[in-house]
């Protein structure tokens, strides 16, 4: 019995042996031309999707759940939208983490393109900044300044009533701190200043709970009227004009490991897309229905 078991498993061994030597190996699951395509596959995905980096008011204002359907139907290409303030925005188009910019901080956004991280700037559109405040304005601005900003900042400072800022580097931040220097008043570190760190929509009702002054662009404003009770106190003044501008990030400033992911081309049509006369249109006729005004003024040339 013991010979045969020993045959036996002799005989299984041999046969696993000379199997090993002379039959084919299999296969594993994904080959090299597997792996090829699903590169391939990536990158065709890759290049329909764009990264747009903006600011919080072209998304709190509803303006991008307005364009943005319109444009993905129309080309095909997603576009994913990363809200932010303008100073973030710019550098993540130094970071190489974003294809295009609509941002609305002028001289930042030249700056960008003048050190070669953007493939030109352009307009296209405008609305305006507004202080707003609380319904029975305790500091009379909207009767004693109700155009002249600079006025009625000073009057903020001088009674030490709270103001909200950004404090966030936006583009909102920077002109609220432009005016500030122009109205040559300092209000960093002052008890009645504070700074949120936060979007215009989160601005606007920390405004509203401290029942507080606070400058917001008007179509943030506006698409958040019926929820807050903020008055417009101050607008009209030139120094609250407020330009928004596309910008193409350029690969050739960008970081060697972010090169190749950077969608240029899905980038120039949006940006094209943007400053058509049928997008114009549409950015003009964007709140007249709702709020019985656009909420932009289309202007690329």
Not at 131 to 136: E, M
């Amino acid at each position: 019995m013991k010979k045969r078991l020993v045959f036996i498993l002799s005989f299984l061994l041999v046969l696993s042996l000379f199997t090993g030597c002379t039959g084919k190996k299999e296969e594993p699951a994904g080959t090299a031309d597997d792996n090829e395509k699903i590169v391939e596959e990536n990158e065709e995905k890759e290049k329909r999707e764009i990264i747009l980096s903006t600011t919080t008011s072209t998304e709190d204002s509803g303006l991008l759940d307005y364009l943005l359907p319109k444009y993905e139907e129309e080309t095909g290409i997603d576009v994913k939208v990363v809200a932010v303030g303008t100073g973030k925005a710019l550098q993540m188009g130094k970071d190489g983490d974003a294809d295009v910019l609509l941002v609305h901080a002028k001289e930042s956004e030249e700056e960008f393109v003048d050190e070669g991280y953007g493939l030109g700037r352009d307009d296209v559109m405008y609305n305006d900044f507004i202080l707003v405040g609380p319904k029975d304005d305790p500091l009379e601005l909207k009767t004693n300044t109700p155009d002249n900003i600079l006025e009625g900042l000073e009057n903020i400072a001088e009674k030490e009533y709270e103001f909200v800022s950004r404090g966030d580097d936006s583009g909102t931040h920077k002109k609220e701190l432009s005016i500030w220097e122009e109205a040559d008043i300092d209000p960093e570190g002052k008890n009645f200043y504070i700074e949120a760190g936060s979007g215009m929509a989160d601005v606007l009702k920390i405004t509203n709970e401290k029942n507080a002054y606070t400058i917001t662009d008007r179509a943030t404003y506006l698409s958040m009227k019926d929820t807050l009770d903020l008055e417009i106190a101050i607008e009209g003044d030139e120094n609250l004009f407020n330009q928004y501008g596309v910008i193409v990030v350029n690969t050739e400033k960008m970081p060697e490991d972010k090169k190749d992911r950077i969608n240029v081309e899905g980038a120039k049509k949006f940006k094209e897309w943007l400053l058509s006369d049928e997008v114009q249109k549409l950015i003009g006729e964007y709140g007249q229905e709702e709020f019985g005004m656009p909420l932009f003024v289309p202007n690329a040339k």
